[in-house]
């Protein structure tokens, strides 16, 4: 059994390339999962998957399929749309996350229009769903690149963003600009992480890697230590899994990873110990049980 699981990546060096990726995202784009399921922002690290894949293809119809160019383009899409849509729910009756669904659906759209103006549905695919098995050295260097300054980041700003998510109020009120200084690194250390993950898992998978092992952590510890330990677990069990399943049922590999972290989110969801279905207990009002 533990010579089928460690095989592929003995023998094959893609497979090898491919796991260090997902090592790496699961490292760094993982606790960033977490945070944004405590500030509410869940499907805003999914508007900004989307968002971009515009700056890609700019990067893309102007040097191919370059990473520095397509990664470059990526973060400034992604910081654009992040700020226009801060900017219009601040001064505008539009709350964020519907200013945040227009400007992804319209990133979307532009992206996707793109790429298909010069490349084939070849590229659209790749770019769509990335190309997790054909991951190069360069990619590698890039992802631990990002992996490495984004938990450095994290470690500097960690007491300032966990009051964030928990009291805002109180943080404004010790120093008006730190809460601001605090969002805007966040923000861009989930854009960057996304822009990673885009060069690895593509546009639309990318984001499953961040959310779906920081929402499973929330049934298996509650406090939050424990729920990043918990969440980079589980991503690296999806990232193991996900890539061996791809080796031996011939599935595609960015897929087969985001699925096995969907199927973990489920058994999680029944049989963790933190709320999951199967294992709580009823509540008591008084001494009755309902």
């Keep these: 059994m533990i010579h089928a699981l460690i095989h592929p990546f003995i023998e094959f060096g893609f497979m090898r390339r491919a796991l260090v990726a997902c090592v790496a995202l699961s490292l760094s784009a993982t606790p960033l999962g977490v945070f944004l399921l405590l500030r509410r922002m869940s499907l805003v690290g999914d508007a900004l ?13 102007i040097s191919g399929l370059s990473l520095v160019a397509m990664g470059v383009g990526g973060v400034i899409a992604g910081l654009t749309v992040a700020l226009l849509s801060g900017a219009v729910s601040r001064y505008t009756p539009l709350r964020e996350d519907a200013s945040f669904a227009g400007f992804y659906l319209g990133s979307l759209a532009l992206g996707v229009t793109l790429v298909s103006l010069r490349g084939s549905s070849v590229d659209l695919l790749h770019v769509l769903f990335g190309s997790l098995l054909a991951v190069d050295n360069p990619s590698i ?7 490495s300054v ?22 404004r009120a010790q120093n008006r ?31 499953g890697l961040m959310m779906l092992p920081a929402a499973a952590a929330r049934f298996w510890r509650q406090e939050l230590p424990g729920m990043i330990a918990s969440a980079i ?29 969907a199927i973990l989110f489920f058994i999680s969801i029944l049989m963790g110990p933190c709320g999951g279905i199967l294992r709580a207990r009823p509540f008591l009002v008084g001494k009755e049980k309902v």
């Design 233 to 261: 677990i589980l991503a690296l069990i999806a990232s193991l899994s996900g890539l061996t399943a791809s080796f031996y049922l011939a599935l595609p590999a960015g897929p087969a990873v985001v699925l096995c972290a």
């Design 177 to 207: 600009w730190t809460a601001p200084l605090v969002h805007g690194v966040f923000l861009v250390l989930v854009v960057t992480n996304l822009v990673a993950g885009f060069q690895v898992l593509g546009t639309l998978m990318c984001v």
């Design 49 to 61: 998957s989307h968002a971009v894949l515009p700056g890609a293809a700019i990067g893309y119809l």
């Design 141 to 147: 260097l890039l992802v631990s690149a990002i992996s």
């Design 150 to 171: 984004t938990l450095l980041a994290l470690a500097l700003i960690y007491r300032p963003l966990v009051i964030d998510a928990f009291d805002p109020t109180f943080l």
